[in-house]
C-alpha cells in the first residue's frame, strides 16, 4: 500500500513537501516514484529513485524538485521548491519491481498552485 500524503494550496514560489508511506513492500528494494497528473492530461513520471539511491528527474523539475527516502520509515518523500501553476496536480508515488509500476497508485495527493 502505498499512501500519499502533504498536499494543498499554496502560491506560486512556495514549497511543499510530499510523502508516501509505504506498506506490504521495502522502499530500499524498489524503484520508488512520484508521478502526477495534471487536469485532462496524462499521468507523467516527475522523479524516480533507484533501490542504489540513484535518483533522476523530469526535465521541468531539475533543480526544484528532491525525491527522497527514509529506509527506516519506509517511506518517500518529495521536496518540491520554487513551484509554479504548472505544478499543479494530483501527485502519487509508485513502486516499480523489475520493469512493471505496481497497479495501485492510491488517492494520490492534491498540489494547486496559485499564480
Known amino acids: 500500500q502505498l499512501q500519499a500524503s502533504g498536499g494543498g494550496l499554496v502560491q506560486a514560489g512556495g514549497s511543499l513537501r510530499l510523502s508516501c508511506v509505504v506498506s506490504?513492500?521495502?522502499?530500499?528494494?524498489?524503484?520508488m516514484g512520484w508521478f502526477r497528473q495534471a487536469p485532462g492530461k496524462a499521468r507523467e513520471q516527475v522523479a524516480i529513485?533507484?533501490?542504489?539511491?540513484?535518483?533522476s528527474y523530469k526535465d521541468s523539475v531539475k533543480g526544484r524538485f528532491t525525491i527522497a527516502r527514509d529506509i527506516a520509515k519506509n517511506t518517500v518523500y518529495l521536496q518540491m521548491n520554487s513551484l509554479t501553476p504548472d505544478d499543479t496536480a494530483v501527485y502519487y508515488c509508485?513502486?516499480?519491481?523489475?520493469?512493471?509500476?505496481?497497479?495501485?497508485w492510491g488517492q494520490g495527493t492534491l498540489v494547486t498552485v496559485s499564480s
Open positions: 509508485n513502486a516499480k519491481w523489475g520493469n512493471a509500476w505496481l497497479d495501485s
Open positions: 529513485i533507484s533501490s542504489g539511491g540513484s535518483t
Open positions: 506490504g513492500i521495502t522502499v530500499r528494494r524498489y524503484v
